[in-house]
């Protein structure tokens, strides 16, 4: 039986591959609502944020969302990020 392929993504911050399951997703769906998916499964473009206190203080300073959804992304969905991120910790 062949081994299962784990998926992949890439962090938009650091820009390294790592596991989906242990990165934070973040979605722009068809309306255009961003917000943080804790499924996986929410359909729409996503951006993966790895599990680095670094990562993500370099997504708020640089606004990365921005660049990944090509729009302004309210402060609050950064905000949310760090509190999901450091909340947990």
Same mark, same amino acid.
């Given at each position: 039986?062949?081994? $299962? !392929? &784990?998926?992949?993504?890439?962090? +938009?911050?650091?820009?390294?591959? =790592?596991?989906? $399951?242990?990165? @934070?997703? +973040?979605? !722009? #769906?068809?309306? %255009? =609502? &961003?917000?943080?998916?804790?499924?996986? !499964?929410?359909?729409?473009? %996503?951006?993966?944020?790895? #599990?680095?206190?670094?990562?993500? =203080?370099? @997504?708020? =300073?640089?606004?990365?969302? #921005?660049?990944?959804f090509a729009?302004?992304?309210?402060?609050?969905?950064?905000?949310s990020?760090?509190?999901?991120?450091?909340?947990? !910790?």
């Amino acid at each position: 039986m062949p081994e $299962k !392929k &784990i998926p992949l993504r890439m962090c +938009i911050a650091c820009r390294q591959l =790592k596991e989906k $399951k242990s990165m @934070l997703r +973040i979605v !722009k #769906n068809e309306e %255009g =609502k &961003i917000f943080i998916d804790f499924t996986s !499964k929410a359909s729409g473009r %996503g951006a993966y944020i790895c #599990n680095d206190a670094e990562c993500v =203080k370099k @997504l708020k =300073k640089q606004r990365l969302l #921005n660049k990944v959804f090509a729009c302004t992304v309210d402060d609050g969905i950064y905000s949310s990020v760090e509190e999901e991120y450091f909340g947990s !910790k």
